[in-house]
């Protein structure tokens, strides 16, 4: 089953009945967060930090172990993964507010980089956007002499040109709903080819603050950096140069994190307003439990009201990102431990955010 399908139309009810009760009945918001910090660690991750807005509040707590065998905090630095899509997003909508770029725009490539097609139509900036490419997942020679362990280091621009030689479209573009990497590796390169992390760091991280979230560890947040980890081993850092847009190098924080939803969720209050406002913006209805913007994906909670959301992981991270506008909440969590999720179940880092942000919702 495709991943984002399952884990919208399956999370929300699993998770949500994970850790029964709500804020107000059982302690109020730590308590609450700490219920799902301590189920993070019985999953099996070594540490986990949470970040949650709700209304005015912010509260960000961390459990077990990281840096220097400290607790984790909001400044611990953790992998982002596929959030980093939402960032890219944002780039894009930047340069669609600036009228630099167009959604109905072709992707337009250097000439040695066959961009490929199916059908009458071309493949949008907007359909890159919305995962309505037609694009596989990775390029096909992604895994060609790769280390496993860290797969999109060893990638160049010259095997990207040779992988799209090779690429061959799903479905037509804007037609279908499949997820891609390599559809959001591309867009970073078509908003700034060959200066993509430099590129998110100027039209996104800089404006809102995100100090921590970078492709380029410095030296004082390598020293507040967990480890991670897969089926309770160490294991190194993913690294990428030629399609880190997708989130397969990212770093931040739960700080970060915070800063970042408290924008979704205030717009208005944004440097970014404009651009944001479009990311959330709904192209493209997968089913009646999935839409998608701009990046972002948006399922019903229970309550009606609209959960905005992403998730990630790297080799040895997990991420989890959901809002709801128009509640005035929203929650992130991170831990430094690889998963995936089964047929029946979905990863723990998501059931458990989601389940938070409902339990939030509902209070």
């Keep these: 089953m495709d991943r984002r399908k399952f884990l919208a139309v399956g999370t929300m009810a699993a998770g949500a009945s994970l850790l029964p009760g709500s804020a107000a009945a059982n302690g109020g918001l730590p308590t609450l967060v700490r219920r799902h910090l301590d189920a993070a660690l019985a999953a099996g991750s070594p540490s986990v930090v949470c970040g949650v807005i709700h209304g005015r509040r912010t509260y960000v707590e961390g459990a077990g ?17 596929s959030i980093t899509k ?25 000439a040695r980089f066959r961009v490929p097609r199916k059908g009458p139509r071309r493949i949008t900036l907007a359909d890159l956007a919305t995962h309505t490419s037609g694009l596989p997942s990775v390029p096909p020679n992604l895994l060609d002499e790769a280390d496993l362990s860290d797969p999109y280091a060893h990638y160049t621009l010259d095997d990207l040109a040779i992988g799209l030689r090779a690429t061959e479209l799903s479905t037509e573009p804007g037609t279908v709903y499949t997820y891609s990497n390599l559809g959001f590796g591309l ?14 760091r100027r039209q996104v991280a800089s404006p809102l603050g995100l100090v921590d979230t970078t492709t380029t560890l410095r030296d004082d947040m390598a020293s507040r950096k967990a480890v991670g980890h897969h089926e309770g081993e160490p294991v190194p850092d993913w690294h990428d140069r030629v399609l880190s847009a997708c989130g397969s190098s990212m770093f931040s924080t739960a700080d970060d994190m915070v800063r970042f939803l ?5 717009p208005g209050r944004s440097p ?10 709904p192209r493209f209805t997968v089913d009646p439990n999935l839409r998608v913007g701009l990046g972002w994906h948006l399922s019903p909670l229970s309550s009606g009201r609209t959960m905005t959301w992403h998730n990630g992981g790297t080799g040895g991270f997990s991420t989890c990102a ?6 005035g909440t ?11 999720e089964t047929p029946t179940a ?15 919702d509902a209070a």
């Design 272 to 281: 970014l307003r404009d651009a944001v406002e479009l990311t959330q913006r």
């Design 86 to 110: 939402t960032l890219t997003a944002t780039a894009l909508a930047r340069a669609v507010c600036t009228g630099t770029a167009r959604l109905d725009a072709p992707l337009v490539l250097p």
């Design 187 to 200: 867009l970073g390169q078509a908003l700034a080819f060959d200066d993509v992390d430099a590129m998110l």
């Design 65 to 81: 172990t990281a840096a220097g065998g400290s607790v984790p905090d909001g400044r611990t630095v953790y992998q982002l993964g």
């Design 322 to 327: 959901a809002f709801s506008r128009e509640r």
């Design 330 to 340: 929203a929650v992130v969590m991170m831990v430094n431990t690889s998963s995936e």
């Design 346 to 360: 979905a990863r723990p880092v998501d059931a458990l955010t989601f389940s938070l942000l409902s339990q939030l």
């Design 262 to 266: 408290n924008a979704q969720l205030r």
